[in-house]
């Protein structure tokens, strides 16, 4: 791919700020990761790697600046087009402080929905996204924030645990879960389940029905649930995300049982019918509509080790409720599985049906 001139002098605009902003080598910044400002702060730049290479070379080597610093690290990535959450108060602080706003890495991953420096819910930008100037477009926006309440108060103390257990950040109690590969896998499967998107014929994640914000994400053909799992958590929203990771943080344990039910109870004080177990959490995850839609969503958690099954035993019980559904669908053969076991028991193995 070539870039154009312009490109170019865009991306070296932004490499100069950020050296200006840091004034040290980013390699004395990466030592001290205890910190919550790494790589939180750093600058979002999506060039192909042979741009990168070649100022890497002619001109950033002389700072001690390696390749590693502009590749993500997280595998959940926005695509480039879609990048369109910010925290208004960063750019603000960016103007103060090096007179140019700049996109922050952390806002392009799918699991962020809140800014740690300022613990606030990220805004979406009303113009459309655009490549080189969005910091600006967003900075010239005006950002509405609802007004707090204990329920928002709460929502966002939660979800921004979640968060960061999620990136393993500094100083979080696991609650006994560990942040490995696999519990991430379990993770990004299901936060991503509760955000599908919904089509004309297909119900949405049930994180956006609770945030009831569905408008303008509705496919008008129908798609695979592998799609429309895939495709949703890009285009969510910072509010949907925030609901996704407080539902999957209870389906994980991450969230202490006495903290889970002031929460509901707030919730209902404003309208918002919070469910109060991950069965629930599991029963309205899915509506199976058909036997393919089950075995597809069967087939995407086979991955998942026993013991975070038995872990998480509640959770796949409510997604195996919904199979009742599919009686009239069942074979002879389907009916002496789906007899056999605890609910939960079945998904350890992928059934031969
Ligand atoms: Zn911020």
Redesign the pocket.
Known sequence: MTRSASDYNAFTMALKAMIRRRRRAPETVLASQGSDQWPWESTDIDYDMHVIREVIGKYLSSFDVKQDYFASFFSLVVPHNMRNHY?P??LREDITAIEFPYWRKAWTYCMTAY?Y??K?LLVTMRSGPSTYDRAWQAFKEEAFDSPSNAFRVMRDRLAIRVQRWYFGRPSFNTLGLENTQSTRALFDLTYSLLLKRRTRFEEGGYACALARENRGQVTPKSMPLTERIQTGVSISSPLQRAYALILTGMILGLILPSQISSFVGLAKQSGVPWPSTPFVIGKMAILYSNREEYLELRKLYSATPPDLIAQCAEFFRGLEHAVYSLRDEYSSQDRLWLESGTPHQRWLVFPDL
Do not use: F, G, K
Request: proline share 0%; charged share 30%.
């Open positions: 925290c108060e960063c800014c420096q300022h606030r």
